[in-house]
């Protein structure tokens, strides 16, 4: 089945150091999101990508990054996390372009991150 | 700009209990509507969507309206079982492949 496959599922980093998670999907969609969720919160968006270019929100800490080496995968990178940074990561993909203001995002597992 | 305005939790209701849950929405033009589910420790599942005024979107029973005149896509379902316990989160398409959530309502169902 097509889908939007996270690893791992559970991340245990400690303070400030550098930790990655990853996504891939095999939906061959061209747009990919990374959120962030606190506590049945509603998830908040940090960047995604459209293609190759990407787009970061206005506040999204500079802590976090992302590349995506090819259209299947995507990578979150927090350089230094603090304990504030402890959450569910969700990625999630859309395909974009076909049908203007249609577009469906499907959604990973998440990622749980503790940060100790 | 656009919003969307959900119902507050939690809601607890018994098995076999009818569901609603409101969701209304602020947009321009008819972007496509969309209620997400999100079972304990699991990521975001798609429900159901609708993509124009009137359609009507459905699975698992449950079921949702695009409404255009009351700017709302309330969420039901008429017999809800133990298993539907999760948070439910209303959302629409806001723009540059961007969607907007809601803030999302736990559910609770007792045996």
């Known amino acids: 089945d097509a889908m939007v496959i996270q690893n791992p599922r559970y991340q245990v980093t400690q303070f400030g150091k550098p930790v990655t998670l990853s996504c891939s999907q095999t939906l061959n969609h061209n747009v990919m999101y990374w959120y962030q969720q606190k506590s049945s919160q509603a998830p908040k968006l940090l960047f995604h990508y459209y293609d190759k270019d990407f787009n970061n929100e206005a506040d999204t800490p500079d802590n976090f990054q992302s590349r995506r080496p090819n259209t299947s995968f995507c990578f979150l990178d927090i350089r230094s996390p603090g304990l504030g940074d402890a959450a569910m990561y969700l990625c999630a993909t859309s395909r974009a372009g076909s049908a203007p203001r249609k577009e469906t995002q499907y959604f990973g597992p998440g990622t749980r991150l503790l940060v100790l | 700009g656009n919003s969307v305005t959900q119902m507050e939790g939690p809601v607890t209701l018994s098995e076999e209990a009818f569901l609603t849950i409101n969701c209304t929405y602020t947009?321009?033009?008819?972007?496509?509507l969309f209620w997400y589910v999100q079972y304990p420790g699991e990521g975001l599942q798609l429900l159901l969507k609708?993509?124009?005024?009137?359609d009507k979107g459905s699975n698992k029973g449950f079921e949702a309206t695009y409404r255009k005149e009351t700017t709302s896509f309330h969420l039901e379902k008429g017999s809800v079982q133990v298993s539907d316990s999760a948070v439910y989160f209303c959302a629409l398409y806001s723009s540059a492949s961007k969607i907007i959530f809601g803030s999302g309502t736990r559910l609770s169902i007792r045996p």
């Open positions: 947009a321009t033009g008819y972007p496509s």
């Open positions: 609708a993509t124009k005024a009137d």
